[in-house]
Structure formats: structure tokens, C-alpha cells
């Protein structure tokens, strides 16, 4: 079947298919690449991977593209389910023989309640999509394909579970379908050098974390890993399709996990001579991060969440503040560029926790810090927590612009002194001198790093408005 898979247009620059934590659209424009969606797009001849947000196409034009398709596969989200469904009821309406598939981690966990908002979704395949989409492009039935849920005369059919793909070397290089379908130097993150291409080495992760979305719902938590072999093959392919990208990110929990394999694969890159960059946790050791550093590691991506232990073990990070301590000062030492993640509102928190947390960014001080406010999505244990203890909200994740709000209301934590909180954040952590100097100073080294810089400037303190107009409403 002719087939279109799509990063709808829900909000401007919303991040719904790149794997992220928070669906959501971010502080300063940030575009990730739809690495899920890529898979099944490779897997399937003749297909189109259409990233709406990132290239700027509207509902109508998605809309008109969709016409000449006969299978449309959808990826939603949480935040972004209703505006998903009036434009897979609008793609109907326009060719009613296509066939429409929802994808992702909302319609995984809720299927049934996915089905019943529209008759336009003809089908959604749950946790890993990838041979499901391509078992019905190839025109298999509905029937004979596991991990899927669809309608069957006047009732509701659940498939049994896809179980997870163990060989990953088997799926195609994502970086191929980049290069195929989508224009690469439109894909920037604020911390990653520009121009930048994604994908995994793995897939699952170990860690058991309460709120983060993706091992709970889609991937699992046993971790699978490509071949050594096979991630320099794709990375040798990547620097032949893009000569001119500044870096590699890889999108995936191969590097916080499995020392013997993540010094293998730098024993593997050293001859490459590229730069990198991953995600991390604060287990990483000493010998195992110089490996990174000296096959050209650049900068690692942190989840440090919270700076009070009783938090850190409410939410089972497996990790402590005076690990995440020595795990900066390796870093430091030897020259590694971290982006920390930080999160208000997890279970336990009070002003005193988040001023907690606000000290100890300051204190760790990494190069450039993101500030969530914790969402409980169905399927995570977080929500579940919310949900027992009356917590959660009947309130929108997001603004009009697709930017968080909270949807959770602790006890004596109003909704809007969390904002107030996330604000107060980037403006103690940001407005320090010796940070001012640091971003001054990058911004030195280019006139195109300078307008970038104050291009992400205007964006944060647009934002910054809005945010502080809800929070004193």
C-alpha cells in the first residue's frame, strides 16, 4: 500500500515523535528527529516520512498531501490526542478509502478509549510499531498481525502483544530515510552543535523511573542493543550522507548502561575522528567516560530531576546527589559539556524541595539546564500515583501554543506556583554572571551561533511573558 507516516501538526515545533520524555512544545524552538517514526518508514517501499512540525506544514497541506495515499500512519500523543484525531477525521473526509493507524504511547495504553473517539482510526498498533505498519502495508490482515487493536463488526479486537524485536541490526538505518524525506538543517537542538543528525544504538532501559513515559508504555524495560559492527556502519553512512553535520547524537540508554559495550563502541569510533554526544546518568565512572572523551565525545545529556534524596527515591532513580556530585567533577575534569535536566512537581515535592533543587543545579552547574514540569502520562507509574491520591487535574498539559502547564495539584502546591517555580529556575540558574559570560563567549566563535543565540533569547523571554501572566492570573 502507497503509505504516508506523520508527525501531525498539533502545535508549532511540538516534540511528540522524537522520543521525548514531555511531549511538549519547548522554552526555545528545538526540533528532534522523528527516530521512531523512521523505522517503519524504511521498512516500507515507496513510503513517505512526513515531519509536519519541523517543516512547517499545516493541517491543510497534510490534509492535500494525504489524498494520495491509500495508508496513513499517525503518531500521537497525550497532549496532542484530540487535535490527532479532528485531522485523521479531516484526511478521511478527504479520501474516505484511506486506512488510518495511530501510533505511540497514548493509544498503547489506551486503545479501546483511542478506537471509540473516532470511527476515523481504522487501527492502532501498540508498543513497538514497526513490523506492524509494515505487515499491513504489505497487505496482511488486520487479523494475522500482532501488537494491533481495531474494530471488528460492532466490537473492539485486541491482538495479542507484539513481543519487542531482539535483532535490532535487522531494522534499516533511520539516517537513510533522513536523507530520503526530510531536510536535515531544519532539525536544531539549543545544546547540540549545528547542524546535527539522531538515532539509537538500543532500545528498553533498565532504569525504573516513575514518570518517564517510553520504557513504561512503548519499549520495555529490558535493554536490546545493535551490534558494534552495525552502529559504525550507520554512523560511516551518516558522515557519507551529511559531510557536513557537526555531530552525532544517539538518542538511546546505550551509554548510562553496559560498560564493556559503551568502551567498545569508543574503541570503534576512535578511527572515525567525529564528534559525539549522548544521554547519561551519574553511574557512569571515571574510566568509562574518559574512553567517551577521547574517541570524540562531546557532550552528555543528564537526567538529574531533583536535588533532594527523598525525591530521587520517590520517583526510583537509582541515583543520589553526592553521585551526581562526583559524576560532574569527572566531567569537569576532563572536559565534558553537560545539559542537566530538571524537573518540579514529582511526588513529595514542597517549596523547600524545589529550592533544594534550584541550589543544587547552581551548584553542579552544567553548561545549559532544562526545566520540565513532571507530567503524569497514562501507563507510568507516576500517573497512577496522582491518580490514587486525587491529584490529578482535569486541566490541559499544555497552553494554546503546546507549551507545559501542570495537570497535577499537590496539596498546598498550587498549579500556578509550580510556573512561577519553573521561571524562577532558569532566572537563578541563567542570570548568573559567570553563565551570562558563557553564553557570551560561545556566541563569540560565529555570527551564526551569535544570531542563533539571540534567536533562542527573544523565544525564552516571549515564553518567560506568558508564563508569568498564568502564574500571577
Not at 476515523?120 to 506492524?132: G, H, L, S, T
Not at 499544555?398 to 502547564?405: C, I, K, V
Request: glycine content about 6%; overall charge negative; hydrophobic content about 35%.
Amino acid at each position: 500500500m502507497h503509505t504516508l507516516i506523520v508527525n501531525p501538526p498539533s502545535f508549532d515545533d511540538f516534540d511528540a515523535a522524537g522520543s521525548s520524555r514531555f511531549q511538549a512544545t519547548r522554552e526555545i524552538k528545538s526540533h528532534w528527529y522523528p527516530v521512531w517514526l523512521a523505522y517503519p518508514a524504511g521498512l516500507i517501499e515507496g513510503s513517505r516520512l512526513l515531519d509536519a512540525p519541523t517543516h512547517g506544514v499545516g493541517a491543510e497541506e497534510t490534509i492535500e498531501i494525504a489524498r494520495g495515499y491509500e495508508f496513513v500512519a499517525l503518531c500521537t500523543s497525550t497532549a496532542g490526542f484530540a487535535s490527532d484525531v479532528r485531522l485523521a477525521e479531516a484526511i478521511k473526509s478527504a479520501n474516505p478509502e484511506v486506512k488510518i493507524a495511530f501510533v505511540g504511547a497514548h493509544v498503547t495504553v489506551l486503545p479501546e478509549e483511542s478506537l471509540e473517539a473516532t470511527p476515523a482510526i481504522d487501527f492502532v498498533a501498540r508498543k513497538e510499531y514497526d513490523y506492524a505498519l509494515a505487515e499491513f502495508a504489505d497487505g496482511r490482515s488486520l487479523k494475522d498481525i500482532a501488537g494491533v487493536s481495531y474494530r471488528d463488526g460492532g466490537r473492539i479486537v485486541h491482538n495479542p502483544d507484539r513481543p519487542s524485536i531482539q535483532d535490532l541490526d535487522a531494522l534499516p538505518f533511520v539516517t537513510e530515510v533522513y536523507h530520503r524525506d526530510l531536510e536535515y538543517k531544519r532539525y536544531d537542538i539549543p545544546y547540540l552543535l549545528y547542524p546535527y543528525v539522531s538515532f539509537y544504538s538500543s532500545r528498553g532501559c533498565p532504569a525504573l523511573c516513575t514518570f518517564c513515559l517510553w520504557p513504561q508504555t512503548m519499549t520495555g524495560h529490558p535493554w536490546r542493543t545493535r551490534s558494534v559492527d552495525n552502529v559504525v556502519a550507520e554512523v560511516e553512512r551518516t558522515l557519507t550522507l551529511f559531510p557536513d553535520i557537526k555531530e552525532i547524537f544517539f538518542d538511546d540508554d546505550t551509554f548510562p548502561f553496559g560498560k564493556r559495550r559503551t568502551l567498545e563502541l569508543c574503541e570503534a569510533f576512535k578511527p572515525l575522528g567525529f564528534t559525539w554526544s549522548c544521554n547519561a546518568r551519574v553511574h557512569c565512572d571515571y574510566e568509562t567516560l574518559k574512553a567517551m572523551k577521547e574517541s570524540g565525545c562531546r557532550l552528555l545529556d543528564v537526567g538529574f530531576e531533583s536535588g533532594d534524596p527523598t525525591i530521587l527515591k520517590n520517583i526510583k532513580k537509582g541515583a543520589t546527589v553526592e553521585k551526581a556530585r562526583e559524576f560532574m567533577c569527572y566531567c569537569k575534569e576532563l572536559g565534558l559539556v553537560v545539559h542537566g535536566d530538571f524537573q518540579v512537581g514529582l511526588p513529595g515535592e514542597t517549596p523547600e524541595t524545589i529550592e533544594r533543587t534550584i541550589r543544587f543545579a547552581m551548584e553542579l552547574d552544567p553548561e545549559t539546564i532544562q526545566v520540565s514540569i513532571t507530567h503524569p502520562y497514562p501507563g507510568t507509574e507516576f500517573h497512577d500515583y496522582v491518580s490514587e491520591r486525587g491529584y490529578l487535574t482535569e486541566d490541559e498539559m499544555t497552553d494554546d501554543s503546546g507549551h507545559q502547564l501542570p495537570n497535577i495539584q499537590y496539596p498546598g502546591l498550587d498549579r500556578r506556583y509550580l510556573v512561577e517555580m519553573v521561571e524562577q529556575f532558569y532566572d537563578r540558574y541563567y542570570f548568573r554572571p559567570k553563565v551570562v559570560y558563557r553564553i557570551l563567549r560561545r556566541s563569540a566563535t560565529s555570527m551564526r551561533e551569535l544570531k542563533r543565540r539571540l534567536r533562542e533569547g527573544r523565544e525564552f523571554l516571549r515564553l518567560r511573558s506568558d508564563r508569568r501572566r498564568f502564574s500571577q492570573a
